[in-house]
């Protein structure tokens, strides 16, 4: 008998974790295993766009469905919006099943209820493959607001076998019925929504149930959502930070660490821990490129190292620590350490326990680093324009001043 890339993760023991860089590494593996798919496809992403490779992605989700493979997909409202034609009515022939989470109404993001986002990146296949990181269904070398890029996007995911498999299809099967049932209350479908809510109720006894025989587990899927999960990937970082003794390294595309993140990563830095940030380098947004700029000067003054991503958008979301011990940790996924991720959206990382993945991800960076990034020099930064002090600092006071409209404190 053939065996597929399904059926080999169905037969691994223990956890396996495979490293993607790019939607360059990432798409064909996630493509392989959904043209291997027997049974179905659970799809969760930010942003679904159909330009080059995306379309690739959207076609195996259609050969799918079409051989019998249920096939659930959830977009973001605001990410990704109603589908365009002709792609909705493809996938809705085709039998795909859609749903965007969270559509704006009139107001639009007027209304702070609707900053809460589905951010998180998630495949599960036939219940035993699970694909997490930051990447979307976008073309490494396209952007929707700014063309044809010359060098792909920086980003990273994983493809995971083991038992957090199960714990991310609970998750996601969850969601998917409470969108249906919040939907079919809106059009006054009320016995539909009931058996909505029961069949989410019975999803989230079987999530916590797996949730609990994960324990020892050398890998950890770590959700955020605005509920019961509201700080677990925020502690997991100060949890690693605090244990750190010799190195960290973190890359993150849109960096606006909060009082507890930016005091946890200055004692390490005092304590003699090579503290090293990738960041973004190129200005994709205000809010975004402007606000996390005043928070340098305490980590440069601390000992911090930050070099800024230069060649392409870096929309990575991932860390190590101490790679070379036996206490290796490292996590990929969706989160950023802003603001937006980690107080409103549903995020979703997996942290690895593993020296060799580990050092894998610690070469990837540093190679970026040394050969794609530039260290920011604290004297320059001391130094820049009274125009980019000003932009910094209203980017800065605007985001706190959202967080004050959603009553959080960061």
């Known amino acids: 008998m053939v065996v597929t890339p399904a059926r080999r993760a169905a037969s691994a023991t223990g956890h396996h974790i495979q490293l993607l860089q790019g939607a360059q590494e990432f798409f064909p593996a996630l493509i392989a295993d959904m ?28 050969r799918a469905a079409q051989r019998g493979v249920r096939v659930h997909l959830a977009v973001d409202g605001v990410g990704t919006g109603p589908l365009p034609e002709p792609w909705r009515s493809r996938l809705k022939q085709a039998g795909v099943q859609v749903q965007v989470y969270s559509p704006l109404g009139p107001l639009g993001l007027l209304l702070p209820m609707r900053w809460r986002r589905l951010h998180r990146k998630l495949c599960v296949i036939d219940g035993c493959v699970l694909f997490c990181g930051g990447i979307n269904v976008l073309d490494d070398f396209h952007d929707p607001n700014h063309g044809v890029l010359a060098a792909p ?48 109720s019975a999803a989230r006894l079987a999530a916590r149930r797996a949730d609990s025989s994960s324990r020892g587990m050398r890998a950890a899927l770590v959700l955020r959502d605005n509920v019961r999960n509201r700080t677990r990937i925020e502690r997991a970082y100060l949890r690693a930070i605090a244990h750190a003794r010799h190195e960290i390294i973190i890359a993150n595309a849109y960096f606006v660490p909060g009082r507890k993140l930016r005091r946890a990563l200055v004692l390490a830095a005092r304590r003699g821990v090579r503290v090293q940030l990738l960041l973004q380098g190129r200005y994709e947004y205000f809010m975004q490129y402007h606000a996390a700029r005043p928070v340098y000067g ?30 290796a940790w490292a ?32 070469r990837r960076l540093r190679h970026a680093m040394a050969h794609e990034g530039r260290q920011l020099d604290p004297q320059s930064y001391a130094r820049r ?26």
């Open 385 to 410: 324009s009274l125009r980019q002090r000003v932009l910094d600092r209203l980017a800065f006071g605007l985001a706190r001043a959202a967080l004050w409209l959603t009553g959080n404190r960061y």
């Open 298 to 327: 305490q980590l440069l003054a601390a000992g911090v190292e930050i070099h800024e991503y230069a060649p392409s958008f870096l929309h990575a979301k991932v860390a190590v620590i101490d790679a070379q011990s036996r206490r």
């Open 331 to 362: 996590t990929v996924g969706s989160s950023n350490l802003d603001p937006l991720s980690l107080l409103l959206a549903r995020e979703a990382n997996v942290v690895v326990h593993d020296r060799a993945f580990a050092q894998d991800l610690r």
């Open 153 to 200: 996007r920086f980003d990273f995911a994983v493809r995971a076998v083991g038992s957090l498999v199960q714990q991310a299809s609970e998750a996601m099967e969850q969601l998917w019925w409470r969108m249906r049932a919040v939907r079919d209350v809106r059009r006054r479908r009320l016995s539909l929504a009931l058996a909505d809510l029961r069949a989410a």
């Open 35 to 62: 043209d291997a798919a027997l049974s179905d496809i659970q799809f969760e992403t930010y942003i679904f766009d159909f330009t080059g490779a995306g379309a690739d992605v959207a076609r195996a989700l259609m």
